[in-house]
């Protein structure tokens, strides 16, 4: 059984930092690419940053210089740190797995302006 479970969501003013992580389980992490994915009220899920196996990234262009994607294999983790947070990064984060239908339940993050 796969789980991802997310956590680090939180209440943070304009300019302020947050780190997201999320553990894995049910899959061998290792060896997928592992991504975060947001939504916000009445838009479109959309991509915010992806690590393959082999630490290459990508990243939306809004969140380009001010979130990192990272992972540890040995603890199975992904993480986001998010740097420098606006208020149109609120939204549920959810941690993915790429190229599948898993999913974890989402974190909130909220940037008050």
């Known amino acids: 059984q796969v789980q991802l479970v997310e956590s680090g969501g939180g209440l943070v003013q304009a300019g302020g930092s947050l780190t997201l992580s999320c553990a894995a389980s049910g899959i061998i992490f290792s060896r997928n690419t592992m991504d975060w994915y947001r939504q916000a009220p009445g838009k479109q899920r959309e991509l915010v940053a992806l690590i393959t196996p082999g630490i290459s990234t990508t990243y939306a262009d809004s969140v380009k210089g001010r979130f990192t994607i990272s992972r540890d294999n040995a603890k199975n983790t992904v993480y986001l740190q998010m740097n420098s947070l606006k208020p149109e990064d609120t939204a549920v984060y959810l941690c993915?797995?790429?190229?599948?239908?898993?999913w974890g339940q989402g974190t909130q993050v909220t940037v008050s302006s």
């Open positions: 993915h797995v790429f190229s599948t239908n898993y």
